[in-house]
């Protein structure tokens, strides 16, 4: 059995289910205010809706982009080690 250590996910461990719902209410609220309205969150502050709910958060999209990245790391090498015959014990 392979022992691979586990990755440190700080800016992933606070996205909760109940952030992510929250989240997806707000930025279903801004397409109904676009739609109804003609009020477009994106043109009035020039920013995505989704980095403006990233900033509410408090969640680093660089630091969670490289927390992505670590994790298809430890994937792929653990596919490889898998294919290889490494069983890393």
């Known amino acids: 059995m392979n022992q691979w250590p586990e990755l440190s996910t700080p800016e992933h461990d606070k996205i909760t289910p109940e952030m992510k719902a929250a989240s997806q209410a707000i930025g279903d609220f801004c397409m109904w205010l676009a739609e109804h309205f003609d009020i477009d969150i994106e043109d ?46």
Do not use: C, P, R, V
């Open 44 to 89: 009035e502050t020039s920013e995505d809706i989704e980095d403006l709910l990233h900033d509410y958060h408090n969640i680093d999209q660089a630091k969670l982009e490289a927390e992505k990245d670590a994790m298809l790391d430890q994937m792929e090498a653990m596919n490889f080690a898998t294919e290889e015959g490494d069983t890393n014990e």
